[in-house]
T-cell receptor, first 121, second 110 residues
Framework: GAVVSQHPSWVICKSGTSVKIECRSL??????MFWYRQFPKQSLMLMAT?????????EQGVEKDKFLINHASLTLSTLTVTSAHPEDSSFYICSARDEGATGIYGWEKLFFGSGTQLSVL | GIQVEQSPPDLILQEGANSTLRCNFS?????LQWFHQNPWGQLINLFYIPSGTKQNGRLSATTVATERYSLLYISSSQTTDSGVYFC????????????FGTGTRLQVTL
């Protein structure tokens, strides 16, 4: 199946610094990618939809100036957490749609990265 | 927005036991999916099941869309089944935007 690579797997940073997380579709082109956040022992919450060549759309309550998303190519979306604070510490997961994948259900086209654990000191 | 509740929140099983996990959703959905999140955080697709019943080895799932619930059955559990199980639904009118359930944390012991 399709592979979505996410880097780094974990990152520790000081409060006030910015951190960039990459999400790459390795063997398919993804016009649409999604970013989720998961706090410890909680569910995944959709943060934003990343659209190649256009601005990301953010879910209600997500600060677009704090979580910058760039989807400059068909295989790469990046999430930058700007001026990170301890409350931003979380597990971030991306997913990508493979429009070329076969299957009758839309979700057979959806693949997830392995996640990034962010710890802000 | 749509609410997706899972039960039980936590489950401890002895290896070899069977279990049933439940997912209730508050509104009509286009699609429903079950995931297993392993201890390293990786999400693994288990089933796409907007309706009906599917089986894959020791796992099976049933969705009754008219009654807004889905069940995941795990038979002859193994320690490798440990982790968190999520159901997720596709929001009406969207494509691939998922609303995840509250999760069931499963621990299988020897």
């Amino acid at each position: 199946g399709a592979v979505v690579s996410q880097h780094p797997s974990w990152v520790i940073c000081k409060s006030g610094t910015s951190v960039k997380i990459e999400c790459r579709s390795l063997d398919f082109q993804a016009t649409t990618m999604f970013w989720y956040r998961q706090f410890p022992k909680q569910s995944l919450m959709l943060m934003a939809t990343s659209n190649e060549g256009s601005k990301a759309t953010y879910e209600q309550g997500v600060e677009k100036d704090k979580f910058l998303i760039n989807h400059a190519s068909l295989t790469l979306s990046t999430l930058t957490v700007t001026s990170a604070h301890p409350e931003d510490s979380s597990f971030y997961i991306c997913s990508a749609r493979d429009e070329g994948a076969t299957g009758i259900y839309g979700w057979e086209k959806l693949f997830f990265g392995s996640g990034t654990q962010l710890s802000v000191l | 927005g749509i609410q997706v509740e899972q039960s039980p929140p936590d489950l401890i099983l002895q290896e070899g036991a069977n279990s049933t996990l439940r997912c209730n959703f508050s509104d009509s959905v286009n699609n429903l999916q079950w995931f297993h999140q392993n201890p390293w955080g990786q999400l693994i697709n288990l089933f796409y099941i907007p309706s009906g019943t599917k089986q894959n080895g020791r796992l099976s799932a049933t969705t009754v869309a008219t009654e807004r619930y889905s069940l995941l059955y795990i038979s002859s559990s193994q320690t490798t089944d440990s982790g968190v199980y999520f159901c997720a639904v596709e929001r009406p009118g969207t494509a691939s935007k998922l609303t995840f359930g509250t999760g069931t944390r499963l621990q299988v012991t020897l």
